[in-house]
C-alpha cells in the first residue's frame, strides 16, 4: 500500500468516539487543574493529583478518526513501509545481514542499511558482529525481546503523544491570548501559519 493509499484509507475509515465502557485504554484527568493522562491497561487511575485519585473522562464529545498502524509508525518513528518491511522481515526471519535483507525484500541495499541503522537507533532491532568462515566480520541484525519492543515503542509513541499535546496546546492558549485581545475581531487565517511546518 503506498502512502497515498494508506492517507486514504485513514481518510475513509469510519469516525470513532471514546467510549470508556470498551476502549481498550482509558483517560483520566484532574477534579481540580487540566492534567489528563492516558494509561493502557489498567482500570484504576494511575495517580493522584492534588493529592486525591484522577478521575475517569466520561463526557467526550468529539470524534476522530481512527489511527493507520503504517502511519502511526511514519509519524511517531519516521517509518515507512520500507522501513516496517525491513524491520517484520528481520523478527521473522534473523539473524540476517544487510545484504540478506536486501536478497528478500528486493530493496535497494543502501534503503536497507539506513532503515536497519534506524531501527537499531530506535531500539526495535540490535546488531551484532559475526566471525565468517573465510575470515571476516559481518554485520548481522536480530529483533531485540519482545517486551522489550513493546515498552521501547509505547514509550515512544508516548513521548510523540507528547509533543502532539504540546502543539496542541500551545495553539489553544495562544488562540486564546488573541481573542483576548481583539474581542471583537475573527481568528484569522494567518494564526495557523504560525503552526505549519517551513
Known amino acids: 500500500m503506498s502512502g497515498t ?3 486514504q484509507s485513514t481518510e475513509d475509515a469510519e469516525e470513532v468516539q471514546y467510549d470508556p465502557a470498551s476502549s481498550r485504554y482509558n483517560l483520566y484527568e ?3 487543574c487540566d492534567n489528563v493522562v492516558l494509561a493502557l ?3 484504576e487511575p494511575p495517580m ?3 493529592g486525591k485519585p484522577m478521575e475517569r473522562v466520561t463526557d467526550v464529545e468529539m470524534s476522530i478518526k481512527p489511527p493507520d498502524v503504517k502511519q502511526v509508525l511514519l509519524q511517531a518513528f519516521g517509518l515507512p513501509k520500507a522501513g516496517l518491511d525491513i524491520c517484520l522481515c528481520v523478527i521473522g526471519e534473523g539473524p540476517l ?3 540478506e535483507v536486501a536478497d528478500s525484500l528486493g530493496y535497494d541495499r543502501s ?3 539506513r532503515y536497519l541503522n534506524k531501527l537499531v537507533d530506535l531500539g526495535l532491532l540490535k546488531r551484532s558482529e559475526l566471525n565468517r568462515e573465510g575470515g571476516g566480520i559481518i554485520n548481522v541484525y536480530h529483533s531485540v525481546d519482545l517486551e522489550r519492543m513493546r515498552r521501547e515503542t509505547l514509550i515512544g509513541f508516548y513521548i510523540w503523544a507528547g509533543e502532539a499535546a504540546a502543539l496542541i496546546e500551545d495553539a489553544n492558549v495562544t488562540k486564546q491570548d488573541y481573542l483576548d485581545e481583539n474581542p471583537d475581531r475573527e481568528l484569522p487565517d494567518v494564526f495557523w501559519d504560525s503552526f505549519r511546518e517551513d
Open 5 to 7: 493509499d494508506a492517507n
Open 111 to 113: 534503503t536497507i542499511t
Open 30 to 32: 484532574c477534579p481540580d
Open 48 to 50: 493522584a493529583c492534588h
Open 97 to 99: 545481514s544487510a545484504s
Open 41 to 43: 491497561g489498567r482500570d
